[in-house]
């Protein structure tokens, strides 16, 4: 059974820099592309990164380019998501999740495992 456990989550004051993890667990964690998302209060849950299966391959939503980075440690099987210059439309719940289908390019709609969601919270 695929598990995700994040962590990191917490109170930041903007322009501050906070780094998520989420640990996998349940099966090869290498062979499977990694994606974070947020949800923020009133609004639908919204892709932040993704990173594929090696780490070769990375993609950002606009909001957060240049200011959030995802990485990853097969090693570990675990994936970060490091946050810089945090704005206060960044607060959101941050969820980690997993496509069910191994390699390739999954579309987020594709994402089927999700973790539990750490919070994310900027203040002025």
């Known amino acids: 059974q695929v598990q995700l456990v994040e962590s990191g989550g917490g109170l930041v004051q903007a322009g501050g820099s906070l780094r998520l993890s989420c640990a996998a667990s349940g099966r090869t964690f290498s062979m499977y592309n990694m994606g974070w998302f947020r949800q923020a209060p009133g609004k639908e849950r919204e892709i932040v990164a993704a990173?594929?299966?090696?780490?070769?391959?990375?993609y950002y939503a606009d909001s957060v380019k240049g200011r959030f980075t995802i990485s990853r440690d097969n090693a570990k099987s675990t994936v970060y998501l490091q946050m810089n210059s945090l704005k206060l439309e960044d607060t959101a719940i941050y969820y980690c999740a997993a496509p069910r289908k191994p390699y390739g390019l999954q579309p987020p709609t594709e994402y089927d495992y999700w973790g539990q969601g750490t919070q994310l919270t900027v203040a002025s």
């Open positions: 990173i594929s299966w090696n780490g070769d391959n990375t």
